[in-house]
């Protein structure tokens, strides 16, 4: 602040006194004006809120984490050995996922986490072998999930924020039946790393029915 600019604020206050701009005296009288609204400064306030489906979503009209049946380029389901379907799991969300799948396509791609660490990513489409369980559509038990075919230990799979990998299931074992696939948010996980003791579990769900109506299983845009 300029002595000029000083001496007209003071002006009022100290008439006949010799003027004298220094710190002591300006941040108060600053804060008296500042709380009549004499002296305006330009700031923005911006004050925590809780996420929504908005900030969430990439596709506000999609789930932010499902399975789907991927459809054919001719609109009917593909069946390799008719016995087989292609599902994909779609990361509807804007942050990555971390899988119980193994990458079977083999190409990778390095993702930054949110916590500055670079991991192997699955590309848009990659094919994996995903760690899934079953249960019958009216039971109320909830879905096991057999980790026998993984050793001690399930392969994990990074799954990008925008992004779907498919996978192949039996028909005749999805009939009648709910697929379950269990995943975690990469800020549930240290380090590209996850324990048992960290990060909570989430599960999502595709109920396949009798399969007479696969169409409303389909992905669409």
């Known amino acids: ?39 305006g400064i330009n700031s923005q306030t911006i004050t925590g809120a809780p996420l929504t489906r908005n900030n969430v979503a990439i596709n ?13 380029t001719d609109g009917t389901v593909p069946i390799s ?13 804007t942050w990555s996922l971390r899988l119980n799948a193994e990458n ?13 660490t670079n991991v192997g990513a699955l590309g848009n489409g990659n094919t994996v072998k995903l760690l899934y369980g079953l249960k019958n559509s009216n ?5 096991s999930f057999n980790s026998t ?14 992004s779907y990998a498919r996978f ?11 697929l379950a ?14 324990t048992e003791a960290h990060g909570a579990i989430h599960t999502v769900t595709l109920n396949f029915g009798n399969l007479n109506n696969v169409s409303r299983l389909e992905c669409r845009p």
Do not use: H
Not at 81 to 93: E, H, K
Not at 139 to 143: A, F, H, K, N
Not at 168 to 178: E, F, H, Q
């Open 1 to 39: 602040m300029t002595r000029k600019y000083c001496a007209a604020i003071f002006s009022w206050a100290t008439a006949g006194q010799k003027q004298t701009c220094s710190r002591f005296r300006v941040f108060p009288v600053l804060l008296l004006l500042l709380g009549f609204g004499i002296v």
């Open 60 to 72: 506000s009209s999609k789930p932010t984490v499902y399975l789907c049946v991927e459809p054919d």
């Open 81 to 93: 050995d008719n016995d087989s379907l292609w599902l994909r799991f779609y990361n509807n969300t």
């Open 104 to 116: 079977v396509d083999g190409k990778i791609q390095i993702l930054k986490l949110s916590d500055g």
């Open 139 to 143: 039971s109320r038990e909830p879905v």
């Open 149 to 162: 075919d993984w050793g001690d230990m399930p392969q994990s799979s990074w799954l990008p924020s925008d």
């Open 168 to 178: 192949k299931v039996s028909r005749s074992v999805a009939i009648n039946n709910i």
């Open 181 to 194: 696939s269990q995943f975690r948010y990469e800020w549930e996980v240290q380090k590209g790393y996850v």
